[in-house]
């Protein structure tokens, strides 16, 4: 037996005891107090000696002896508070959050301030479709030198180091903008896209991947006729530079295509000519529960290097937002996309001005810019519903295909998609976005700041 | 081997209190739990609205989550008693809670004054704006009035012109009498122009600057305003002694040597839910509680505050969301719910409530549910709540008559009579359905007394179904026996409220009498109501005869 107990370290003992001690010791103090005969009288008790005695009519505090109902803190409290790892935890998120919070709260001041005509702003966003979020600065002036001149310049570099750096300039001809003019300049570069060679059943397998790099200037009118019908008449030089993806472990583009049969595999110089018009009857820009999108845009490329390019562009999207029922929290939401590029005069189109479908922008259910080719159309139907008072939940479907001519869409050729998608309505007017979509190449997850659908 | 089996040991022992033995029964009920012992200046315990959200609802539902007795609780369909009941299933006096009305009836003016200790605020000319405040959900000033006494200032929004201030009063007033407590609250009216800005008044955090003119301008724009171009204002004097934050809702605040018990299980705050329901003062997140450093008698100790009660029967900011009282704000059951049946589960978020006037807001009791009453943020101690609890919970809100009621709301100075006249129906109406569903999941017998005579003994006790018309008066047969050292009497059963006890009991002696064994002494009356062909736990009443002072004293009552 002795050389069991030598066996026991001598600071379990001690555990043990100490175990022992406060399970005993724990007990309520009124356990072990007041028994007749032994314990202390309760003056005012016995001062009352009534021969009708209610139960509860407490004495007054002061005519009480000073005694506690238990005798101490629960059985191993701190040591089970020390000991949880949740304690730990929560230290560490009270820290953060007193950290975050002060931030959110500055930031929610210097909020307030860009309301103000001008000043600058932080801001959290991608670069487009498949660029990673990154984080930008946007200087802006609503009313610069009092002339009613709008600038806007937002600078922003992502994750994936996608870079936009943009300045527009909007000088107001008529009131409440109605016609604008409109001077912009932009600088794109995009590491790494995607692209699967031309045709609506390229192989997976068949990846490559390119960098993309647009310098751009653009000038025109916008107009916006009536608050719902917008217009606008641009010119845009672009220089767009192609070259290998940095440190990416697909083949390049321009290794694995043949170059002769790749228009525009250098990059190229676009001149284009672009009308767009727009209806948007849309009740919030990024969460709309009625209304809808039609839009149209028409563009004229010519190219100024880069081989004998020119091209027609001609874009179609519609979305309407139907609600279901009348508190607003139920809506199907429907998306048609639609586009083609024409040749003119038997010139070619640089393939990166190619209708590319999938990403979070178009078919989610593909991978970013999974098929290539001329035409494309796509049609999206997703049904919304709130889930709690900042969250929705969404269910869709989608259905997409490429093709030369639209004459050669046919029914059979769609490659169809689905999935779930999480919105948070981080404020009114904001939402944050969740998908996890699935179509024939596996699942895909997304995260967007206001997403365009 | 031995050194395997100490692990579960000490599992056992941790495991311990779940199977903990049951409080024993004393002859003097301990009536002031003396938590207001001298001890060294805590802290201020900061805490962030994010964080306390995060932690109510995340880590601290974790911790439960893993808390296995808790578990072996629930199997049983058994809550954890409250740990600071005393033998006659009372809560004791203590820093955190004082008995009042249900046990010390207070006078009309009493419960009128409330905790209010000075007359009403004067914000006449010569009252000076010592602070802003113009960000964030709730806008608000500090004004030292004409006598010098600084007060927080709460406004009516705009278009709720009475709603907030008159909640804020109202129950005020209504949980002061209950027993907690709480700050002074006035209604007071003032004038812009009779109103000076200190010196040191600043507007923002990030970038401060002066409060001028304007913005106090900009500031009472969006505020409500009397006919006469006059502010009504809810006046909040500053609580005394040094503010230390909030108490934790769940635990122990470490640094005061005077708390022992974790707050989830103590019974005042459990008991709240039921008087938070009847009120719907859903708003009971950890910042709306305030732990104050006070010196009384020469002792210093921190005395425990519930705060900000403005978001109370129809109150709050957005007063027209209907899912206050009825699902937590962010409620996860009801999420997953509204997931899983594609949105076509119903959440009280998509309800809209009738608008009653500006200063009543939705609140009713219509579609009241005393069981699922919610709060808008997760009170563990609430969840907590025993059926026994919710039971002194009720009792505390039957104490008061209409009358003592009428009194309380007059105190918001609604303007419109009809509000007032609403308010109190409202209140009535959601009493009795409060005390319809909790009365009937208990022994609703209390107030235990005593009567011994010549012929001996008489236990009288109150049916609080009958006293407030929720049963007929003789609806219910008590069963009852009685148990005296080790014999138990023959069942017997009774429609009074009374029991004889004449036959059962040693002959009453004089004061000379030694006590040889003072268990002898003891007697213990079992009784269980049968109403309706339902059984309720029994109640056990401990009773003492004390012979040397000829009395029959009630020194315990055991529900269950």
Not at chain 2, 425 to 445: E, S
Request: glycine fraction near 8%; hydrophobic fraction near 35%.
């Amino acid at each position: 037996m002795s050389l069991v107990l030598n066996k026991i370290p001598r600071n379990c003992f001690f555990v043990i005891i100490c175990l022992v001690v406060s399970a005993n010791g724990g007990l309520l103090a009124q356990d072990r107090e007041n028994l007749p005969g032994t314990a202390e009288k309760n003056p005012k008790s016995e001062a009352q000696g009534l021969a009708a005695a209610p139960q509860q009519t407490p004495p007054e505090a002061e005519e009480q002896p000073r005694r506690r109902i238990v005798e101490g803190r629960p059985r191993l409290y701190l040591f089970k508070h020390v000991v949880n790892p949740l304690t730990g935890m929560n230290k560490l998120v009270k820290g953060t959050m007193a950290l975050t919070e002060r931030r959110i709260l500055a930031l929610a001041e210097r909020g307030r301030e860009v309301r103000a005509d001008r000043g600058m702003q932080f801001f959290l966003s991608g670069a487009g479709s498949g660029s990673g979020m990154g984080s930008g600065v946007r200087f802006f002036d609503k009313n610069l030198f009092g002339t009613g001149i709008r600038v806007d310049a937002p600078f922003l570099i992502t994750y994936k180091n996608y870079q936009l750096f943009t300045i527009n300039v909007a000088v107001p001809l008529l009131g409440n903008d109605r016609l604008n003019f409109d001077l912009g300049s932009t600088y794109r570069s995009r590491t790494k896209d995607n692209f699967w060679r031309i045709g609506n059943d390229t192989l997976y397998s068949d990846r490559t991947k390119f960098r993309s790099i647009t310098r751009e200037v653009r000038s025109g009118f916008s107009s916006r006729m009536t608050e719902h019908w917008h217009a606008g008449l641009h010119v845009s030089y672009r220089n767009i530079g192609i070259t290998k993806p940095a440190n990416e472990r697909f083949e390049s583009t321009q290794d694995a295509i043949d170059l002769g049969t790749l228009p525009g595999r250098r990059g190229a110089e676009l001149l284009s000519g672009i009308l767009t018009l727009e209806n948007d009857t849309k009740d919030n820009k990024y969460i709309p529960s009625t209304g809808g999108l039609r839009y149209v845009e028409v563009s004229l490329n010519e190219g100024l290097r880069g081989g004998d390019l020119s091209f027609w562009t001609y874009r179609l999207e519609l979305q309407q937002f139907v609600p279901l029922g009348k508190t607003g929290r139920k809506i199907l939401a429907l998306r048609a996309l639609f586009e083609t590029n024409q040749d003119k005069g038997g010139s070619q189109i640089p393939f990166f001005e190619l209708t590319a479908l999938g990403g979070s922008n178009t078919v989610r259910s593909f991978e970013n810019h999974r098929y290539w080719d001329k035409s494309g159309v796509a049609f999206l139907a997703e049904y919304r519903y709130r889930v709690w008072r900042a969250f929705d939940w969404a269910l869709f479907m989608e259905q997409a295909q490429v093709a030369p001519e639209p004459g050669d869409f046919g029914w059979t050729r769609f490659h169809s998609g689905y999935g779930v998608r999480f919105i948070i309505r981080a404020t009114p007017t904001v939402p944050l976005s969740f998908d996890f979509a699935h179509g024939g190449d596996g699942w895909r997850v997304y995260f967007r700041f206001k997403p365009s659908f | 081997m031995v050194r395997h089996a100490v692990m579960p040991a000490l599992i056992l022992l941790a495991l311990l209190p779940a199977v903990r033995g049951v409080e024993k029964l004393s002859i003097h009920p301990l009536w002031l739990d003396f938590d207001m012992e001298n001890i060294k200046e805590p802290k201020e315990r900061k805490i962030s609205y994010y964080y306390s959200f995060f932690k109510a609802q995340f880590i601290e539902q974790a911790k439960q989550g893993l808390d296995m007795p808790r578990w072996f609780r629930a199997a049983i369909g058994k809550n954890k008693r409250a740990s600071n009941i005393n033998a006659v299933d009372e809560v004791p006096d203590s820093s955190w809670f004082t008995n009042r009305h249900h046990l010390r009836r207070m006078s009309i003016e009493a419960l009128v004054r409330g905790p209010d200790r000075k007359e009403t605020p004067d914000f006449g000319e010569g009252s000076v704006i010592t602070r802003a405040k113009t960000e964030g959900v709730t806008l608000g000033l500090q004004i030292k009035d004409k006598h010098g006494v600084t007060y927080i200032i709460k406004f009516d929004d705009g278009k709720h012109a009475e709603l907030q201030s008159g909640a804020e009063m109202v129950v005020t007033k209504i949980l002061h009498a209950a027993g907690y407590n709480v700050p002074e609250n006035y209604i007071a009216y003032f004038r812009p122009e009779h109103l000076k800005i200190g010196d040191k008044v600043m507007k923002g955090t990030a970038k401060p600057r002066p409060f001028e003119q304007k913005d106090l301008e900009d500031l009472l724009y969006s505020v409500a305003q009397m006919p006469d171009g006059s502010y009504r204002v809810l006046a909040s004097k500053f609580l005394s002694g040094k503010p230390k934050g909030p108490f934790p809702q769940i635990g122990i605040r470490l640094d005061d040597p005077n708390d022992l018990i974790p707050h989830e299980h103590r019974r005042e705050l459990r008991g709240l839910r039921v008087i938070a329901s009847w009120l719907n003062h859903w708003d009971m997140k950890e910042d709306n509680a305030l732990d104050m450093y006070v010196e009384e008698d020469g002792r210093k100790f921190l005395r425990h505050y519930l705060i900000d009660f403005g978001s109370s029967l129809g109150g709050g900011l957005s007063p027209w969301e209907y899912f206050h009282g009825r699902e937590l704000a962010m409620d996860g059951a009801n999420t997953m719910k509204e997931i899983f049946s594609l949105g076509f589960y119903e959440t009280p978020d998509e309800r809209k409530g009738d608008f009653i006037s500006p200063a009543m807001g939705i609140f009713s009791n219509a579609e009241f549910d005393a069981e699922g009453w919610t709060p808008s943020f997760p009170v563990m101690a609430f969840e907590n709540m025993t059926d026994e609890d919710a039971l002194w919970g009720t009792r505390i809100i039957l104490s008061f008559t209409e009358p003592e009621l009428r009194a309380i709301i007059a105190t918001a100075k609604y303007t419109n009579p009809a509000d007032a006249e609403y308010l109190l129906k409202t209140l009535l109406a959601r009493r009795q359905m409060i005390a319809r569903h909790w009365l009937r999941k208990v022994n609703p017998l209390v107030e235990f007394s005593t009567e011994l005579g010549e012929k001996g003994g008489v236990l009288r006790f109150k049916d609080l179904m009958v006293e407030h018309g929720l049963a007929g008066a003789n609806s219910a047969e008590y069963v009852y026996e009685i148990r005296y050292k080790d014999r138990t009497m023959e069942k017997k059963s009774t429609r009074n409220p009374w029991i004889e006890l004449s036959s059962s009991l040693p002959p009453a002696q004089n004061g000379t009498r030694k006590i040889e064994d003072p268990r002898e002494d003891i007697l213990e009356v079992t009784i269980q109501t049968v109403r309706a062909q339902t059984e309720r736990d029994p109640v056990t009443v401990r009773l003492y005869n004390d012979r040397t002072q000829n009395r029959l004293r009630v020194i315990g009552v055991w529900r269950g």
